[in-house]
């Protein structure tokens, strides 16, 4: 057994952009964490690089995927906390890969539930696991809290509905202490470059340095409530230290189109957006240059789009004292602003090192 009177975690999903965070905070409170990663040929893991080699931190090889591996994994561990936060977690990519996101998003969730009853861990480990504002979809009020009729409408959130309802279940039927979060936007300079926020704050670094012509995107009038991912661990870790096992919202209760985010994050890269036009045909243009710099592409629309997502925190900051708005929306922005531009700049000194490298190769300059 690997605790001794000691609070273990054990995270899924660890080399995202949650669980890196998480993996922080719970360090920092003196946890024992231990991680899932899946084998890979790259070993670098750029969120959690830093972690690695400390002695309280711990990776193991894993897969949702693979009931035998979570089972052997969490007899070993013996953990007292359990975060479930491994997903498929793109909507877009559900529909093209709706099989993968129902085996690891859905059946995922059951697997983790039965590794802990087969190790008879139900009375000592709490099980947390991430839900999404995906789930009420086609909305049916707003804002949305705990009490909300869901209507998912995406693979992705059919497949996390079942996670919801699974946890629900044992909790009920067994006794144990799980529950969901359930999620609204939350996003960080960690979260990946192919997420809308992330890729807004990167064209706009690399367009402010030359580096870009044109950032295309789908909807822009989608509203999302987008907090920041390193306010929302916190909750996160609330929500597991409850008498009792709830569900909760986690949100920020404020909600903006993705124009207005886009706006924000020109202007902190220096450059003022006018909106010119509707629907597929607007587009942003650099009021300084006249340059069209943002232009809406149907290849970015949804089969079916979630368009006013926007939740209600009131249970979360009653009961657990969590504040929503540690970090406020425009300095969110300007954190993933000021972190991409210094990426791109990066990025272009290492790339004239390389090319230079490679002509002085070729000279014969340097062996």
């Known amino acids: 057994m690997i605790k001794e009177n000691k609070n273990v975690a054990l995270i899924t999903g660890v080399t995202g952009q949650d669980g890196s965070y998480l993996s922080e ?15 890979s040929s790259v070993d670098y893991r750029e969120r959690i690089a830093h972690l690695e ?15 035998m591996s979570l089972v052997k994994l969490v007899g070993k561990v013996q953990p007292t906390e359990i ?16 099989e993968f996101t129902a085996d690891v998003d859905a059946v995922g969730v059951l697997r983790i539930l039965e590794a802990v009853r087969t190790n008879r861990l139900e009375k000592t480990c709490r099980i947390y696991q991430a839900s999404t504002s995906e789930l009420y979809g086609k909305v049916e009020e707003v804002p949305q809290n705990e009490n909300t009729p869901f209507h998912p409408y995406s693979p992705y959130a059919v497949a996390k509905l079942y996670g919801y309802w699974i946890i629900k279940e044992y909790r009920e039927a067994y006794d144990m202490y799980c529950c969901s979060g359930i999620l609204f936007n939350h996003e960080s ?15 706009a670094s690399r367009i402010a340095q030359g580096k870009q012509d044109c950032l295309y995107l789908g909807n822009l ?9 390193k306010d929302y661990v916190e909750c996160m870790w609330l929500i597991l230290q409850q008498e009792k096992p709830e569900d ?22 220096g450059i003022e ?12 243009i650099d009021v300084k240059t006249g340059k069209t710099v943002v232009a809406v592409s149907e290849d970015f629309y949804r089969p079916t789009d979630v368009v006013n997502l926007w939740g209600d925190p009131t249970k979360a900051k009653s009961q657990l004292g969590w504040n929503p708005q540690t970090t406020s929306f425009e300095e969110l922005v300007r954190i993933m602003v000021n972190h991409d531009m210094q990426k791109v700049a990066a990025d272009h000194v290492a ?8 002509e002085y190769l070729e000279k014969g300059l340097v062996k």
């Open 189 to 203: 300079e960690r979260r990946g470059e192919t997420f809308v926020t992330r890729k807004i704050t990167l064209a």
């Open 221 to 229: 009038d989608s509203l999302r409530d987008w907090g920041y991912a």
């Open 351 to 358: 790339g004239v090192m390389r090319t230079n490298l490679a």
């Open 53 to 67: 080699g400390q002695p309280h931190f711990h990776l193991h090889y894993a897969d949702m995927g693979d009931s």
């Open 25 to 39: 905070f719970l360090l920092a409170k003196g946890y024992e964490v231990h991680g899932i990663i899946r084998r």
């Open 83 to 98: 975060y479930n936060l491994a997903a498929q977690s793109h909507v877009q990519v559900s529909f093209d890969a709706p």
């Open 273 to 284: 957006l006018r909106w010119e036009g509707e629907g597929i045909n607007e587009k942003g």
């Open 248 to 269: 909760f919202v986690i949100a920020t209760g404020v909600q903006h189109t993705v124009r207005e985010f886009a706006t924000l994050a020109f202007q902190y890269a």
